[in-house]
């Protein structure tokens, strides 16, 4: 039986992706980390001799910490945390388990850089409906929990993304935008490496609402009209982007443990 400080692979799995995702510390030591460059999905590096440094910041928080094995370094790491009032588990088996369980790992190569609030920073066109929406929950949920997301005039992208130091996304002639019929969710979930079932099922009904082809999943002509409601009912797009995060984490579970289930009207009932 695991230690009741221990978390597995796929209970951690269940979470991914998730409002309760718990704050993921890559802490394995450089040496390791070179030799195989990928963090668990929204992982934040952190050296185990600093964890306490960040015990402040972690208060009310759930932490996962894991190192290559799940040994020496993130036990006693949890521990240190634990010690210092937050709730720590240790990821059982830590980066091998879940690298051998065939989970998503994020490329180091294509994390954005960080700025001095430690946060990545989007930059994209205002007025989001679909794909604007989208890929800030993608982000969020999977690359950078504390991700900024700065809506601008579209002719005032590429300029604001190069001085905040920022990466700009669905817009044209950038990395992160549409290729041929894909559409920029599609672009980051291949990217990023995060073909899974649940999240390539959601990126045919984003494709389909977002470049008007409604053929292609049921659900893309419902996306749609919650989208463009959504936009009449916020100015604000920052707003917009909170309200829009309960639609897709709402979709991704439909995706994940859904979307077999159906419903009808009037209940069966058995005298």
């Given at each position: 039986?695991?230690?009741?400080?221990?978390?597995?692979?796929?209970?951690?799995?269940?979470?991914?992706?998730?409002?309760?995702?718990?704050?993921?510390?890559?802490?394995?030591?450089?040496?390791?980390?070179?030799?195989?460059?990928?963090?668990?999905?929204?992982?934040?590096?952190?050296?185990?001799?600093?964890?306490?440094?960040?015990?402040?910041?972690?208060?009310?928080?759930?932490?996962?910490?894991?190192?290559?094995k799940g040994l020496k370094i993130s036990e006693g790491a949890a521990a240190v945390l634990r010690s210092n009032g937050v709730r720590a588990e240790v990821l059982s088996g830590g980066h091998f388990a879940w690298r051998d369980a065939g989970f998503p790992l994020i490329a180091e190569k294509l994390m954005p850089p960080r700025n001095a609030e430690k946060q990545s920073v989007w930059v994209t066109r205002h007025r989001p409906k679909i794909d604007r929406i989208a890929c800030p929950w993608l982000i969020?949920?999977?690359?950078?929990?504390?991700?900024?997301?700065?809506?601008?005039?579209?002719?005032?992208?590429?300029?604001?993304?190069?001085?905040?130091?920022?990466?700009?996304?669905?817009?044209?002639?950038?990395?992160?935008?549409?290729?041929?019929?894909?559409?920029?969710?599609?672009?980051?979930?291949?990217?990023?490496?995060?073909?899974?079932?649940?999240?390539?099922?959601?990126?045919?009904?984003?494709?389909?609402?977002?470049?008007?082809?409604?053929?292609?999943?049921?659900?893309?002509?419902?996306?749609?009209?919650?989208?463009?409601?959504?936009?009449?009912?916020?100015?604000?797009?920052?707003?917009?982007?909170?309200?829009?995060?309960?639609?897709?984490?709402?979709?991704?579970?439909?995706?994940?443990?859904?979307?077999?289930?159906?419903?009808?009207?009037?209940?069966?009932?058995?005298?």
């Open positions: 039986m695991a230690p009741p400080t221990h978390i597995s692979v796929n209970q951690l799995n269940r979470l991914i992706g998730t409002p309760n995702t718990p704050l993921l510390l890559d802490v394995r030591i450089d040496e390791d980390f070179a030799l195989d460059p990928q963090r668990l999905p929204t992982a934040i590096r952190c050296a185990f001799t600093d964890v306490a440094k960040l015990a402040p910041e972690l208060q009310h928080k759930n932490v996962v910490v894991y190192c290559q969020r949920r999977f690359i950078d929990t504390n991700a900024q997301f700065l809506y601008v005039s579209p002719s005032a992208v590429a300029a604001v993304a190069e001085k905040f130091n920022g990466v700009a996304y669905d817009v044209e002639d950038v990395f992160w935008s549409h290729r041929g019929e894909e559409c920029t969710f599609d672009t980051m979930i291949k990217e990023f490496g995060l073909t899974t079932e649940p999240l390539n099922r959601l990126a045919k009904i984003v494709r389909g609402s977002d470049t008007n082809r409604h053929d292609l999943t049921s659900e893309s002509a419902g996306l749609l009209a919650v989208s463009l409601g959504l936009s009449r009912m916020y100015s604000d797009d920052l707003e917009q982007l909170d309200a829009g995060m309960l639609i897709y984490d709402a979709l991704y579970r439909w995706c994940r443990d859904a979307s077999d289930e159906g419903h009808d009207w009037p209940t069966t009932t058995k005298s």
